[in-house]
T-cell receptor, first 115, second 114 residues
Framework: GENVEQHPSTLSVQEGDSAVIKCTYS??????FPWYKQELGKGPQLIID?????GEKKDQRIAVTLNKTAKHFSLHITETQPEDSAVYFC??????????????FGTGTRLTIIP | DSGVTQTPKHLITATGQRVTLRCSPR?????VYWYQQSLDQGLQFLIQ???????AKGNILERFSAQQFPDLHSELNLSSLELGDSALYFC?????????????FGQGTRLTVV
């Protein structure tokens, strides 16, 4: 099955600087890669996603890049703000017997923005 | 607000007991997923339903079971509870079951087994 590795596990960034979180996946058939943000006491919130026919996607201060050949994808947050502090999860979804059977998640990155 | 509703938010129960967690998916979503989040294990996939039918199983214990009802809400039943079952249980829903479908999570149920 799919295996997703995520690095780093913790990341501290000065407010205003950029943060980058990287993930690798194992199943070359995976073709949907969402990123979730989880704040304390809340459920994971979908913040951006990318599909395999696209190499990069941006949404304001957030961008995701995908390298299918190398099987890795990254989340970039620019001009970080205190409210960006949270745990971020990457995930990969491949085609199983019935299609999108599940999302396989990385182990999470705790991002702390230092004011 | 994702539109996925989970109840209860918190549950405290004793070892050996049985509990039922409930999930109402977003309006129009036919697929429901259950995940377990423990402190040291991230988000672990348990089971998926689509339009009432089981679609995929993950690392779900035999003591756990789930179902999706005709009105599309889902219940996760946990029995013979052990201390190690203490975790956050999340439900997510999506419109379809294919690989390009966005999944939205509820706020979770925090289960504490004492």
């Amino acid at each position: 099955g799919e295996n997703v590795e995520q690095h780093p596990s913790t990341l501290s960034v000065q407010e205003g600087d950029s943060a980058v979180i990287k993930c690798t996946y194992s199943d070359s058939a995976s073709n949907y890669f969402p990123w979730y943000k989880q704040e304390l006491g809340k459920g994971p919130q979908l913040i951006i996603d990318i599909r395999s026919n696209v190499g990069e996607k941006k949404d304001q201060r957030i961008a995701v890049t995908l390298n299918k050949t190398a099987k890795h994808f990254s989340l970039h947050i620019t001009e970080t703000q205190p409210e960006d502090s949270a745990v971020y999860f990457c995930a990969a979804s491949g085609k199983g017997n019935f299609g999108n059977e599940k999302l396989t998640f990385g182990t999470g990155t705790r991002l702390t923005i230092i004011p | 607000d994702s539109g996925v509703t989970q109840t209860p938010k918190h549950l405290i129960t004793a070892t050996g007991q049985r509990v039922t967690l409930r999930c109402s998916p977003r309006s129009g979503d036919l697929s429901v997923y259950w995940y377990q989040q423990s402190l040291d294990q991230g988000l672990q996939f348990l089971i998926q339903y689509y339009n009432g039918e089981e679609r995929a199983k993950g690392n779900i214990l035999e003591r756990f079971s789930a179902q999706q009802f005709p009105d599309l809400h889902s219940e996760l039943n946990l029995s013979s509870l052990e201390l190690g079952d203490s975790a956050l249980y999340f439900c997510a829903s999506s419109v379809r079951w294919d690989e390009n479908t966005e999944a939205f999570f509820g706020q979770g149920t925090r289960l504490t087994v004492v």
